[in-house]
């Protein structure tokens, strides 16, 4: 353990604080250091920066810190990076915002990239000998590019995405790159699973994220916190498939907050050891409740309250309006333990912050331990404490949050009893302690001070005494994991060796905690929906309003084949074999020739106006057939029409310049050998008003009626709202329109009215037989029979059927019109 006294020299100690040593003495009596690395592949390597006030240089140990060598650098460094697996490649990013590479552990650096590239600012990531870079180029955004280490040249670099990225937005985490693309306000995000071509991520239709935080891409799966137009102090938990591009909904309303530099902390934790078990604080209804999850995000319930208090009176507390509530912060200070702790060598063993009530509190506060898993919780302080795990979590140490000078406490039986120790011969107002994080140690440093007035004090707290001797076989008993008896967890049932409460010895270093581990039968909670499908009452699967399972065959052609889901998927990671597997698995089968159908056109904007001399961009879907072998004609409506072999094309929509104004039909038209589809829309065709001339007799007599003309200059200016003013009063020409409510509750979706529009016609579907592509229009009763609906058909209906042209004429439910006005059943 190397420990650093912060001082603008330095000392150092390589044996816990016992002995210190000037690093003057080391590296010049003149040097002023400002930044310690030391290589994550090899502890023995030592990179110090010199103060770039002062000089640029760095100093150099190959034996951890017993000597340095000293090179001077020709630009000042701000930040390094060192490779995860070749010790001695390191990138530079100097001050003046340019990269720098070395293959010798900073003895030489070379400049493998043009200035031009990276002028303003850029973000890097290693991955095996590739580092990936974020470097502006316009001010409309961000190229991503990839080059080896050694050589960064123009011909060299590679950009797995073409278009540009926003700033800030590339995140390089273990299989997984993930950029964001910002188009017409609204953020769209990419993923690449294995340095495969980027994918845009599917959220839910009705998802609208306005930010997106990836929290963990561990066992091949991602989980992203994401916040949604509406929220502000929440994010909503999203769990993906293996390849990170189909995202469904795990727990909504988690909260979030505000970390020391700004950045944001989402209240989940993954407990250490054990997979599949996530703690979250959803808020419900303005209260902040703890949930846990122990398959992955698919089921979550309330902590279990203890039996009993400190004193051992009964608490009294019924779910679900009572139960236990923590706090889940991990510290950002490396000197205090955080709110919540586990360990992977001590599987289900937590320790926490929280009170036990209707929600969380910040004020009435305790320490609660979990021995299970969280299945159970005892209480063990009344107040604030920082828990520190000693060898392998054998001992527990707290210290209190106090300002008061203290002594420490120490449990070797998971937290059921206490004893105290002193640091020093009188109290110590602790500051801080460090425990070296993933070795076998007994040994903690502790800093503070003797007093208010006294200098800083560090303190070096040795427990191998206590650990008398080496645990043997009797020392341990087995721990079957459960959730709430279940024993089958992630599909597996394993059971843990654990160190039998009060025993007073130490681990080695190889000693296993698995004894058992075997999968489990496949049961229901081992798979969870699938994208485009939602959980209901009866616990199935079932498509959601929005979701049309055939959709997925869009980009399936004749000859091919597909995994047809049955609306679930198992929970990745999860190790259960047979049972219900082959029921939920998807199938492989071959692509069918299929006619078109669900044909969709509609403008970039969603808009149904458009600009007269300005390109209009139109978008044609499909939600089955060959994209691939299906022809493609539009017809604009002004005489102009274009024909396309297949989807390829259009993909990014077709653009139009309309020279005249006027309400114009869109109509597009899709066909294969199978059959054909058609869909339409009115497009208004607008340009700027110019110029409004309004008439009025100079003379009116009163109380009779008198015209009043608005002439509108040009006279094609499109659909217009006129506004009347009659002294203080004033009236507005009303336009048939959905509610404002709909395009509030859902923004940039222009295809909501479809959804509605499906949603509407399954619900009239009961009712009997009704017209396909129509308009429904629902009437009061009594219908006022003054005077029928003229149309090709004539019709005094309660559910009135208004026909697009190009529909044949087929209608039911209605009431014929008579020729003397007089409606008779048809």
């Given at each position: 353990a190397?420990?650093?006294?912060v001082?603008?020299?330095?000392?150092?100690?390589?044996?816990y604080?016992?002995?210190?040593e000037k690093?003057?003495d080391?590296?010049g009596?003149k040097?002023?250091?400002?930044?310690?690395?030391?290589?994550p592949t090899?502890k023995?390597?030592?990179?110090?920066?010199s103060?770039?006030e002062?000089?640029?240089?760095?100093?150099?140990s190959?034996?951890?810190?017993?000597?340095?060598q000293?090179?001077?650098l020709?630009?000042?460094?701000?930040?390094?990076?060192f490779?995860?697996?070749?010790?001695?490649?390191i990138?530079?990013?100097?001050?003046d915002q340019?990269?720098?590479?070395?293959m010798?552990?900073?003895r030489?650096w070379h400049?493998?990239?043009?200035?031009?590239?990276?002028?303003?600012t850029?973000?890097k990531?290693?991955?095996?000998?590739?580092?990936?870079?974020l470097?502006?180029?316009?001010?409309i955004?961000?190229?991503?590019?990839t080059c080896?280490?050694q050589?960064?040249?123009?011909?060299?670099?590679?950009?797995?995405f073409?278009?540009?990225?926003?700033?800030?937005s590339?995140?390089?985490q273990?299989e997984?790159?993930?950029i964001q693309?910002?188009?017409?306000?609204r953020?769209?995000?990419y993923?690449?699973?294995?340095r495969e071509?980027?994918?845009?991520?599917?959220?839910p239709?009705?998802?609208?994220p306005?930010?997106?935080?990836?929290?963990?891409?561990?066992?091949n799966?991602?989980?992203?916190a994401?916040q949604?137009?509406?929220?502000?102090d929440?994010?909503?938990?999203?769990?993906s498939?293996?390849?990170g591009?189909?995202?469904?909904l795990?727990l909504?309303?988690v909260?979030?907050?505000?970390g020391?530099?700004?950045?944001?902390?989402?209240?989940?934790?993954?407990?250490?050891?054990?997979k599949?078990?996530?703690?979250?604080?959803?808020k419900v209804?303005?209260?902040i409740?703890?949930?846990?999850?122990?398959?992955?995000g698919?089921?979550?319930?309330l902590l279990q309250a203890?039996d009993?208090?400190?004193?051992g009176?009964?608490?009294?507390c019924?779910?679900p309006f009572c139960s236990?509530?923590?706090?889940l912060?991990?510290s950002e200070?490396?000197?205090t333990?955080?709110?919540?702790?586990?360990?992977?060598?001590?599987?289900?063993?937590?320790?926490?912050?929280?009170?036990v009530?209707?929600?969380?509190s910040?004020?009435?506060v305790?320490?609660?331990?979990?021995s299970?898993?969280?299945?159970s919780w005892?209480?063990?302080?009344?107040e604030?404490?920082s828990?520190?795990?000693l060898?392998?979590?054998?001992?527990?140490?707290?210290?209190?949050?106090?300002?008061?000078?203290?002594r420490?406490?120490?449990?070797?039986?998971?937290?059921?009893?206490w004893n105290?120790?002193?640091?020093t011969?009188?109290?110590?107002?602790?500051?801080?302690?460090?425990?070296?994080?993933g070795?076998?140690?007994?040994i903690m440093?502790?800093f503070?001070h003797?007093?208010?007035?006294?200098?800083?004090q560090?303190i070096k707290?040795?427990?191998?005494?206590i650990?008398s001797?080496?645990?043997?076989?009797d020392?341990?008993?087995t721990?079957h994991l459960?959730?709430?008896?279940?024993p089958?967890?992630?599909?597996?049932?394993?059971?843990?060796k654990k160190?039998?409460?009060g025993?007073?010895c130490s681990?080695?270093?190889?000693?296993?905690?698995?004894v058992?581990?075997?999968?489990c039968?496949?049961?229901?909670?081992?798979?969870?929906?699938?994208?485009?499908?939602e959980?209901?009452?009866n616990?199935q699967?079932i498509?959601a309003?929005w979701?049309?399972?055939?959709s997925?065959?869009?980009?399936?052609?004749l000859?091919?084949?597909y995994?047809?889901s049955?609306?679930y998927r198992r929970?990745?990671?999860n190790?259960c074999?047979?049972?219900?597997?082959?029921?939920?698995a998807?199938?492989?089968?071959q692509?069918?020739?299929k006619?078109?159908?669900?044909?969709?056109?509609?403008?970039?904007?969603?808009?149904?106006v458009?600009?007269?001399?300005y390109?209009?961009?139109f978008i044609i879907?499909?939600?089955?057939?060959?994209?691939?072998?299906t022809?493609?004609q539009l017809?604009f409506g002004?005489?102009?029409?274009?024909s396309?072999?297949?989807?390829?094309?259009?993909e990014?929509?077709?653009?139009h310049?309309?020279?005249?104004?006027?309400?114009?039909q869109?109509?597009?038209y899709?066909?294969?050998?199978?059959?054909?589809?058609l869909?339409?829309?009115f497009?208004?065709v607008v340009?700027?008003v110019?110029?409004?001339?309004?008439?009025?007799?100079?003379v009116?007599?009163?109380?009779?009626?008198v015209?009043?003309t608005?002439?509108?200059?040009?006279s094609?200016s499109?659909?217009?709202?006129?506004f009347?003013?009659f002294?203080?009063?004033?009236?507005?020409?009303?336009l048939?329109?959905?509610s404002?409510?709909?395009?509030?509750?859902?923004?940039?979706?222009?295809?909501?009215?479809?959804?509605?529009g499906?949603?509407?016609?399954?619900?009239?579907?009961a009712?009997?037989p009704?017209?396909?592509d129509?308009?429904?229009?629902v009437?009061?009763?009594?219908f006022?029979?003054?005077?029928?609906?003229?149309?090709?058909?004539?019709?005094c209906?309660?559910?009135?059927?208004i026909?697009?042209?190009?529909?044949?004429?087929?209608?039911?439910?209605?009431?014929?019109?008579?020729?003397n006005?007089?409606?008779?059943k048809p």
């Amino acid at each position: 353990a190397l420990i650093l006294h912060v001082d603008p020299s330095g000392d150092k100690s390589t044996d816990y604080g016992t002995t210190y040593e000037k690093l003057n003495d080391k590296v010049g009596l003149k040097t002023v250091l400002s930044y310690l690395y030391v290589s994550p592949t090899n502890k023995r390597k030592i990179m110090l920066l010199s103060d770039p006030e002062v000089e640029s240089s760095i100093l150099i140990s190959n034996d951890e810190g017993a000597t340095y060598q000293k090179y001077r650098l020709s630009f000042y460094i701000q930040s390094l990076l060192f490779h995860p697996k070749q010790e001695d490649w390191i990138l530079a990013y100097s001050i003046d915002q340019k990269l720098y590479s070395s293959m010798d552990f900073g003895r030489r650096w070379h400049h493998p990239c043009s200035d031009k590239l990276f002028s303003l600012t850029y973000k890097k990531t290693l991955f095996a000998n590739i580092f990936h870079i974020l470097f502006l180029f316009t001010f409309i955004g961000a190229h991503y590019i990839t080059c080896r280490i050694q050589e960064c040249s123009e011909t060299t670099r590679n950009g797995p995405f073409l278009h540009y990225i926003d700033v800030s937005s590339l995140v390089v985490q273990d299989e997984y790159i993930f950029i964001q693309v910002t188009d017409g306000g609204r953020a769209n995000y990419y993923v690449s699973y294995k340095r495969e071509p980027f994918m845009q991520i599917k959220l839910p239709k009705y998802s609208l994220p306005k930010d997106m935080h990836i929290i963990s891409t561990d066992e091949n799966q991602v989980f992203a916190a994401v916040q949604e137009w509406n929220q502000n102090d929440t994010y909503n938990l999203y769990i993906s498939d293996t390849r990170g591009v189909y995202f469904t909904l795990a727990l909504e309303n988690v909260k979030s907050n505000r970390g020391l530099e700004g950045n944001v902390i989402i209240d989940l934790y993954e407990v250490a050891g054990i997979k599949g078990i996530f703690l979250a604080n959803k808020k419900v209804e303005d209260q902040i409740k703890t949930f846990i999850t122990y398959n992955k995000g698919r089921d979550w319930r309330l902590l279990q309250a203890p039996d009993s208090d400190l004193r051992g009176d009964p608490i009294h507390c019924l779910l679900p309006f009572c139960s236990l509530h923590l706090h889940l912060q991990i510290s950002e200070n490396p000197y205090t333990s955080g709110s919540i702790s586990s360990k992977e060598t001590v599987p289900g063993l937590l320790v926490a912050t929280g009170n036990v009530g209707p929600e969380l509190s910040y004020t009435e506060v305790g320490m609660f331990v979990s021995s299970d898993a969280g299945n159970s919780w005892r209480q063990i302080f009344e107040e604030e404490y920082s828990v520190w795990f000693l060898d392998w979590g054998g001992a527990l140490v707290a210290m209190k949050h106090t300002s008061m000078p203290i002594r420490h406490v120490v449990s070797f039986d998971e937290g059921r009893t206490w004893n105290k120790y002193g640091f020093t011969s009188a109290p110590l107002f602790v500051d801080g302690s460090l425990v070296e994080p993933g070795i076998e140690t007994q040994i903690m440093t502790i800093f503070g001070h003797l007093s208010l007035r006294s200098e800083w004090q560090l303190i070096k707290v040795d427990y191998k005494s206590i650990f008398s001797r080496r645990c043997t076989k009797d020392d341990f008993q087995t721990w079957h994991l459960h959730n709430q008896g279940e024993p089958c967890v992630m599909g597996e049932r394993k059971i843990y060796k654990k160190r039998k409460a009060g025993a007073c010895c130490s681990l080695t270093r190889d000693y296993s905690r698995t004894v058992v581990s075997e999968p489990c039968i496949c049961a229901e909670w081992d798979f969870e929906c699938d994208y485009g499908y939602e959980r209901h009452s009866n616990n199935q699967c079932i498509p959601a309003f929005w979701f049309n399972p055939s959709s997925q065959l869009k980009e399936c052609s004749l000859g091919q084949s597909y995994l047809n889901s049955t609306g679930y998927r198992r929970i990745v990671s999860n190790n259960c074999t047979d049972g219900l597997q082959e029921k939920y698995a998807a199938r492989s089968e071959q692509c069918p020739g299929k006619a078109p159908r669900g044909l969709h056109i509609l403008t970039s904007t969603g808009k149904l106006v458009a600009e007269q001399g300005y390109n209009t961009t139109f978008i044609i879907r499909m939600e089955e057939g060959d994209l691939q072998r299906t022809n493609i004609q539009l017809d604009f409506g002004d005489g102009t029409a274009v024909s396309y072999a297949n989807f390829s094309p259009i993909e990014d929509g077709i653009r139009h310049i309309y020279k005249s104004t006027g309400i114009f039909q869109v109509t597009a038209y899709a066909e294969n050998n199978l059959g054909s589809d058609l869909a339409a829309l009115f497009l208004h065709v607008v340009c700027p008003v110019e110029r409004v001339d309004l008439r009025v007799p100079f003379v009116a007599i009163r109380n009779k009626e008198v015209n009043l003309t608005a002439v509108v200059w040009p006279s094609q200016s499109g659909t217009l709202t006129y506004f009347w003013w009659f002294g203080n009063k004033y009236f507005q020409s009303q336009l048939l329109s959905f509610s404002p409510n709909l395009d509030y509750h859902n923004p940039d979706i222009p295809e909501w009215r479809e959804d509605i529009g499906r949603v509407i016609k399954r619900a009239l579907s009961a009712f009997g037989p009704f017209c396909k592509d129509v308009l429904y229009i629902v009437l009061p009763k009594p219908f006022p029979l003054q005077k029928c609906i003229c149309g090709k058909i004539h019709f005094c209906v309660q559910l009135l059927c208004i026909k697009y042209p190009f529909v044949q004429n087929v209608c039911y439910k209605g009431l014929r019109c008579e020729k003397n006005s007089k409606c008779t059943k048809p």
